[in-house]
């Protein structure tokens, strides 16, 4: 268990690196510039209008973030993690397929991952009325490790909105709860 705790450890570490350096870059610095985390756990990009609530005191560090990541709040052993994100809209891809988004962002972002399935893909309703689309799903990140996230993507002028929340599948926080962090999501604008 330390061993994958450890592995994990790292795998966050390389995941924010790699989002911070900019990989799979489309959001403007401003978006970045234009968001507030507050200290009740409530993320605010006044540049795209929406908000996510987290569990402050479970996701105790805010990490540096750098286009397209806006907020990457992970807990005191690195795990869970909670992130926010704009990549560009894609011109053809219909709301209710919009996990292969995220896919395609974690195969450029990781090009180590592998076996990444979609495990669950739902179109729900948003607190505030708006559609956005919720996705289970599984991966394996540098061929060993699995990770089990989940994530909301809603679509905003020419933007994905995508929040996603990743554990090890045996992890203390339940899937459950990812879910429920991840359903935040609200928009103002």
Known sequence: MKKCMSIWCSI???????????CGHSTKKAEVEKSMVSSEGVFVNQELGFSVE???DKLTIKAPVKAPLLLNVVGPKKLPTLMALALNKPAKLPLENSG???IGFLKKAFPKSERHKLLKQEVITLANGKKANYIEMKWKYDRTLTLVTTGTIAYQGE???IVI??????GVTPISALESWVKTLKFTK
């Open 100 to 102: 292969m988004l995220l």
């Open 12 to 22: 966050v570490f390389i995941v924010a690196l790699l989002l911070v350096s900019g």
């Open 159 to 161: 933007k994905a909105v």
């Open 165 to 170: 929340a990743s554990n090890v599948p045996t």
């Open 54 to 56: 987290y569990p402050a």
